[in-house]
């Protein structure tokens, strides 16, 4: 299994764009997260949002569909280039190779996330008290120190490093980057919306 990881690790620097992906995971996190702390005002307690860390971690919605696509690639790039041959003459046991790749995309995914998180969390501490969202509306400043904000800002990391493993088994099972990348953001973004529909009393 050893060598298997440090092969995969060796596989996965490499690769075409993933650190541009990487470091887009990250922005489009942060930017995302910024832009909507920036774009809700609290003037009364109509249009406060309850939930600031929430608020703060909004981003993380857009910048899954961006860990999703290095998580493909990292499968279809060695199909694409008839590496996966070599891979399993080194790796025959294919349980072996997928835990191995499993495991490093879900930690590159897990780094990214974690900064992600943290910089959409400092976004949000530095633009919601100008929005009005301070401890004289009852608003207390986003802080690690917080056990609820703590949870939040980590699981939204684990999150998109989950998002990153769904995606690798999907292209495992389907070995076709257009097909994982539309089922993953299908199950992510499109059944919610479904699920918000049968569930409301109007429809």
């Known amino acids: ?24 995971a990250v922005a489009v996190t942060v930017t995302v997260s910024a ?3 920036g774009a809700l005002s609290c003037t009364s ?10 608020l703060s971690l909004t981003g993380a ?13 990292a499968v279809t790039g060695e199909y694409a280039t008839g590496m996966i041959r070599t891979t399993l003459a080194a790796v025959p046991r294919r349980t072996v190779m997928l835990t191995a790749k499993a495991i490093v ?5 897990l780094a990214a996330g974690a900064v992600a998180a943290l910089g959409s969390l400092l976004a ?6 100008g929005q009005g969202y301070t401890p004289a509306h009852g608003y207390p400043e986003l802080s690690l120190a ?9 699981g939204t990391g684990l999150y998109l490093a989950l998002i990153a493993l769904l995606s690798l088994g999907i292209v495992a099972a389907v ?9 993953v953001l299908g199950l992510l973004y499109l059944f919610p919306v479904l699920g918000l529909a049968v569930t409301s009393p109007g429809w």
């Open 175 to 183: 070995r076709d980057s257009a097909t994982a990348i539309g089922t």
């Open 45 to 54: 307690s109509a249009a406060c949002h309850p939930d600031i860390t929430q």
């Open 124 to 129: 949000g501490r530095l633009i919601l008290p």
């Open 146 to 154: 917080d056990p609820a904000v703590l949870r939040a800002t980590a």
């Open 1 to 24: 299994m050893t060598r298997a990881l440090r092969a995969e690790w060796a596989k996965i620097r490499p690769l075409p764009g993933t650190g541009w992906l990487l470091l887009a």
């Open 61 to 73: 919605d857009v910048g899954q569909a961006v860990v999703t696509v290095i998580a493909v690639l």
């Open 105 to 109: 995309v879900t930690a590159v995914a």
């Open 35 to 37: 832009a909507t702390s």
